[in-house]
């Protein structure tokens, strides 16, 4: 196993054509590892030093890549641990043993001297690292904790929206009924942003109802972030997985929901509405109702809402998926 080790952030450029084949080979192929969100996060909202990790065959097919960052003492996984719902090493299936002993080796050797521990985090439940890592991390020397961190909340879509009705509680289907039904008495329409049109003026409104939509998500939604959004959705959407949909209501804009779709799963990354004008017509769950009803008429499998445990999420039918973390240091 031959091993490379590149600390310039210029050293995303040479993995390109690449990345991405190795990421479909892998057992954890999301959004958050491509070749895309990577450098995009690293741009705006990565700190540190850059640890980015290859791994090759003897013939030189690449195995692996460990994108890992050196901040405070710690590395961790790019994206970690904000604003990237899933994470994991890129590892080609059937490898990650053998990818996983030559990390552990490189991280025990004299280049990682100061490194007290390494994070890895947002780790799907099915991610290999979890069922595989242990124990080749323990024979070698390194102490292991791993735990649940979050839940990711997600709906497997039914073939009809009929279907999908039936399959919330009572409660919650009356409401639903009963919220498209207000709505409907008023001049309204829903849209998402077509793949030829331009991302940034739908960005710029996306950013505008989200800040509308709580105190604390107007102070999430920094010049930073706003940087990180702007960029990533861009990028997004001239790969074709940016889902950008928009609710108006009297032709303003009331709901917002900033989706992606890959392999074929809605993922929903974040939302945001105008409680002042229009929270009399609940715009937000309204356009989650118009939302779920594409997805399933685009015969998604998925409707995923991603991190976090908020309760709209379970009113809306979701069930949950655990999030973990692991964390390794030398003994």
Known sequence: MKTQIDIDSQAFQNFEADWNALLAQSASDSLFSTWEWQTT????????????????????????????FWHDSQLALVGCVDVSDYLDLIVA??????????????????????????????????????????????????????RQEDVAPFIELPASW??????????????????????????????????????????????????RSRPDKNVFMDERMQNFFSAMAELMHARGWLELSFLQIQNQPAAAIFSFVYNNVMLVYNSGYDPQNFGAWSPGVVLFAFSIQDAIAARRRVYDLLQGNEAYKYRLGARDQKIFEIEIQKE
Request: aromatic share 10%; net charge neutral; charged share 30%.
């Open 93 to 146: 299936r059937g490898h990650e043993p053998e990818v996983y002993a030559a990390l552990l080796d490189v991280l025990a050797s004299a280049d990682f001297a100061a490194a007290q521990r390494a994070h890895f985090c947002n780790l799907p439940a099915a991610s290999p690292l979890l069922a595989q890592f242990e124990p080749i991390a323990r024979a070698r020397g390194w102490r292991v904790n791993a």
């Open 41 to 68: 996060w690293w741009e705006h909202l990565g700190q540190g030093e850059l640890r980015l990790i290859s791994f090759r065959d003897d013939a030189g097919a690449l195995l692996g890549i460990a994108p890992l």
């Open 162 to 211: 009929d279907a999908y009705l039936e399959s919330l509680d009572k409660k919650q289907r009356h409401e639903m009924r009963r919220k498209l039904r207000r709505v409907a008495e008023v001049e309204h329409r829903w849209f998402t942003l077509p793949r030829d049109a331009a991302a940034a003026p739908a960005v710029r409104d996306f950013i505008e109802l989200h800040k």
